[in-house]
């Protein structure tokens, strides 16, 4: 079996833990990850404060193969991601020379403030992350890649990334939606969970027009034993329907 | 000053962390957390793996006065939250005779197979979180809020859950949004943040119909203060936009 990898993602960002803001930041990186055959093992939401950036980066160092985070890499006073970063993998943050040209084409020599210049100060050691929306780039040290909070900028970052990341396996996904409820599902969906040891199953019940159904999910990276399994669970409900 | 109190919330979902389903539960605790006055300081989206379970719900417990779950307790092979919070707090998950009563009476007794009294099994000492959409009950058991996934679900036991928590003095927010760059207002920004130490102050860019602009928001439990640093801010602005 190949190696898996593994990811964690870390969202900094006050704005989410105040209910301000939707998250949409983690879905995206989390469907990106599938297609490179990483598997997102844990993702957190912390707030602005350095030594909660410092630990939760150093605890996932040692966790995880990728580490992602979202958020504060912006020119405020509440941008602490890159500084953060820097201490937990103790270097010091420098003001990098292709950033500050990059930023230099965009504003023009006369509009790079020293406000603006904040955005080119780069843990020393990492490379920088293209942002072809506002100039201004993420960077990657170590194992993990700074990007932006504002999605459009993240998902630019995070579709350059994704080009690069060496990845397991793809877990290929297929899911049977039906209109019967968990408990009559549960019983003969656990049998088939029992016979497929290389397939993960899950069910997830909605409520869609009124309706009770419920969406099962089957994934692996193993296709012949997912089609295998796939037949299983439609025949289960051809069964349970039409009885 | 009154006391702080603070919550961690736990997305228990394969589903959120393989990107098939977009998160919508943390967004709506958030914002019942501001308006208790509970200031929610981490959110982590774990698997459906009962150590991961076991060991988080441990750590918060130790950290926060409240922990909130969503996910994982309706009645099939991959539902183990129950179980898991009974062994995180060393009790034993028994059948619970109110939630029994409550599935037979909407199942009827002849309908109530093993599998749906599967969600009748409780952590004993564990109190009820009442279920108006599909019956099937939460549970609070110590400091920790145990709750359903499907979004309508886990709103209905929030908002009853809310109406029970004790909090600090709520925190108050206001927004000034203007069209202009996080590089023009980041300086007297600072400067004004230094000046209000009671006052919580971010900036977020957005792009919105082809404009870059910025909300400002500030955050704070002192009403008087938190009105005075607006005043501030839109001053800030104004002069600004008027240069």
Redesign the interface.
């Known amino acids: 079996m190949s190696k898996q990898y593994s990811a964690a993602m870390i ?1 900094i960002g ?11 930041n ?9 297609e490179c055959g990483v ?10 404060i350095e030594d ?1 950036i410092v630990s939760t980066i150093r605890e996932f160092n040692d966790k995880v193969d990728y580490i992602f985070t979202s958020g504060g890499i ?5 941008d602490i991601t890159a500084a953060s970063v820097a201490k937990a993998y103790g270097v010091a943050l420098e003001e990098h020379a292709e950033a500050k040209s990059l930023l230099q084409a965009h504003y023009g020599a006369g509009d790079l ?4 210049l ?1 955005m080119a100060r780069i843990p020393v050691g990492a490379a920088l992350i293209p942002n072809p ?2 100039i201004a780039p993420g960077f990657v040290i170590e194992n993990t890649y700074v990007m932006a ?2 999605p ?1 900028i993240m998902q630019a970052m995070m579709d350059h990334v994704a080009s690069t990341l060496k990845g397991g396996a793809v ?1 290929q ?1 297929r899911t049977v939606s039906c209109a019967l409820t ?6 003969p ?2 049998a088939i ?1 029992g016979k497929w040891g290389s397939i ?8 869609k027009d009124g309706v ?1 159904g419920v969406n099962i ?1 089957l ?1 692996s990276s193993v296709e012949n034993d997912l089609e295998q399994a796939i037949n299983d669970v439609s025949d289960m409900v051809d069964g349970l329907i039409g009885t």
């Not at 968990?182 to 019983?187: R, V």
Request: hydrophobic share 40%; charged share 20%.
């Open positions: 969202v006050n704005e989410i833990l105040s209910g301000r803001t939707q998250d949409l983690v879905n995206y990186v989390a469907n990106k990850l599938v598997v997102l093992s844990e993702v957190r939401v912390i707030p602005d909660v912006g020119p405020t006073h509440d403030n020293a406000v603006r904040r929306v506002s909070g504002v459009r877990i996904s968990e408990s009559i599902i549960a019983k969906l656990g969970q993960d199953i899950g069910s997830y019940p909605y409520f009770l999910v994934r």
